[in-house]
């Protein structure tokens, strides 16, 4: 009887889940993540950014310290009106406000 052996183990690249998963702590794992997330506006961009975002709100991160926006999925440069939902700018620094002409 010939048992017929395949050495075709072709690992998957988990490092990232596996990573997560083996935080112990809320904590330390919105430690980890905001380090991530750091590390991924500087060098990832906006898709990477917001799906950390994300995590990071699902482990209690308020609103407000997320940099991208949940609503539109962009960067979090602006605001929404509370009533209507619509987007608002943040008003540039004074020295910066332009005059309609
Ligand atoms: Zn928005």
Not at 16 to 30: H, N
Not at 46 to 74: F, I, P
Not at 82 to 90: A, E, I, L
Request: charged share 25%.
């Amino acid at each position: 009887m010939s048992a017929q052996v395949t050495s075709d183990h072709r690992r998957t690249k988990t490092a990232e889940s596996t990573q997560i998963v083996s935080a112990t702590t809320d904590a330390s794992m919105m430690q980890a993540l905001l380090a991530r997330r750091a590390a991924a506006k500087q060098d990832q961009g906006l898709a990477a950014t917001l799906q950390l975002d994300d995590q990071l709100e699902d482990l209690g991160l308020a609103a407000d310290d997320r940099l991208t926006c949940y609503s539109c999925q962009s960067w979090a440069d602006h605001a929404h009106d509370p009533f209507t939902g619509r987007r608002v700018s943040f008003a540039p620094a004074n020295d910066e406000i332009a005059v309609p002409a």
